[in-house]
Every structure is written in structure tokens, then in C-alpha cells.
């Protein structure tokens, strides 16, 4: 059996931000258990926005329509057995960087994330999850997964706002950490 194949995408565009860290830790995780992983940083590709026209629900062998860095993506998401999401809350919500990356899941939704491990890390500057708008982020991924029929494993949420501020929270970094040993356990 080869090992499981962990598909990260960072929805911060923080270089060293709060998602980075926890990601950093989700990492030791997953080599932990003898996952691989590829990390892909939104931020440093451009991916457009679903034009809903369609054609990839109408021509299905081939997908999706648009030709831009999500082209390599829908690959890297086929070849894995997990994903895990990772994104800021920006304005009671995940941040543009993710929302545009779901949109364009829509070309796949029918089958391509069906029964894939899916993680969640989110961070949010307010206190609390409910104000910060954190658990709109959280249901949405909630529905998603119940939606394509994935296997929502585990959400880490926490609350940092200065860049890099999560350092000072040991307990989250290890709720990440566990988040990585347990997205690869087989199915
Ligand atoms: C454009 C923008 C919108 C934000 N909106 C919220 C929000 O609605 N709720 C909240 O609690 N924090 C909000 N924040 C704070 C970020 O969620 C917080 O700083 C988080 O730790 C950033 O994560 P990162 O360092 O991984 O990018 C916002 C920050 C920015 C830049």
C-alpha cells in the first residue's frame, strides 16, 4: 500500500502567518504517521473565478475550461487521499484565496472529492469563534464535505492575530500536529 497523500492549500497570504505555523505542525504530524504532502500557497497562484458556464458538468471527461494554475491543481487533488484547508477568517468568512479555490472545485464536485479525508485550520483575530465569524467558515466546510461526501476528520481553530502570534499557543500547534497523524489513518 503506498503511503497516504496529504494535499494542503493555504489560504493565507501571509508568509509567516498564524496558518503557516499550524501548517508547520500538521506537517511533523503527517510525517509522523508516514504520510506524504504537498503544500500549495494560494497566494502565489492565479486562480480565477468559476464563470458557471457549465462545462465542466456538460463535458465531463474533460473538466473544467479555464486554463490557469487551478489546471495543476484538480491533478494534485486527484492524486490525493486527503486535503486539508487552511485559511484566515476574513470578514466572517474564509479568505477570498479559499473561496476562489472552492468555487472552482465545482468541476470535480460530483465525484472527485468523494470519500477524501478533509482537514480544517482556521484562525481568526477575534476571541471567540462564534463573534470572530470562525464558525461560518467552519459550517460552510461542514456542508462542503456533506455535500461531495467527503470525510470532514478534524478542524483546528484558533484564535492568534499578530503574524506568527499562534508560537505562543503550544496547545493548538499540537491539535495541528494530531490533525496530521490522524488525516492519513487508511480508510
Ligand atoms: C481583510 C481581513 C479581514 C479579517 N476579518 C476578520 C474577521 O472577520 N474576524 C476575525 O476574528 N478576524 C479577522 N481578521 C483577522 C485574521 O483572521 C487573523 O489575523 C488571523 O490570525 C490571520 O491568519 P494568518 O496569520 O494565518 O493569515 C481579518 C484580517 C484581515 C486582514
Not at 497570504?13 to 506537517?27: E, F, V
Not at 490557469?68 to 474564509?94: C, G, H, Q, R
Not at 464536485?109 to 483575530?125: A, D, M
Not at 461531495?148 to 476528520?153: K, P, S
Request: some cysteine; aromatic content about 8%.
Amino acid at each position: 500500500m503506498r503511503n497516504s497523500n496529504v494535499l494542503i492549500v493555504n489560504g493565507s497570504p501571509r508568509k509567516k502567518g498564524n496558518c503557516h505555523y499550524l501548517i508547520s505542525s500538521l506537517i511533523e504530524g503527517i510525517k509522523e504517521n508516514n504520510g506524504t504532502f504537498d503544500l500549495i500557497n494560494l497566494q502565489e497562484l492565479k486562480i480565477s473565478p468559476c464563470d458557471a458556464c457549465e462545462s465542466c458538468i456538460r463535458n465531463k471527461p474533460k473538466g473544467c475550461i479555464k486554463h490557469d494554475d487551478m489546471t495543476e491543481l484538480y491533478s494534485k487533488i486527484e492524486n490525493s487521499d486527503s486535503i486539508v484547508f487552511a485559511s484566515p477568517t476574513y470578514w466572517f468568512n474564509v479568505s477570498a484565496q479559499t473561496k476562489l479555490f472552492i468555487d472552482r472545485l465545482y468541476a470535480i464536485h460530483e465525484s472527485g472529492l468523494n470519500e477524501k479525508n478533509i482537514g480544517v485550520i482556521l484562525t481568526y483575530g477575534d476571541e471567540d469563534v462564534f463573534s470572530s465569524g470562525g464558525v461560518n467558515a467552519l459550517r460552510s466546510f461542514q456542508d462542503i464535505c456533506n455535500y461531495v461526501n467527503a470525510r470532514l476528520v478534524g478542524i483546528v481553530h484558533a484564535s492568534a492575530d499578530k503574524a506568527g502570534e499562534i508560537q505562543n499557543n503550544p496547545a493548538k500547534l499540537k491539535e495541528a500536529y494530531n490533525l496530521g497523524k490522524e488525516i492519513i489513518i487508511k480508510r
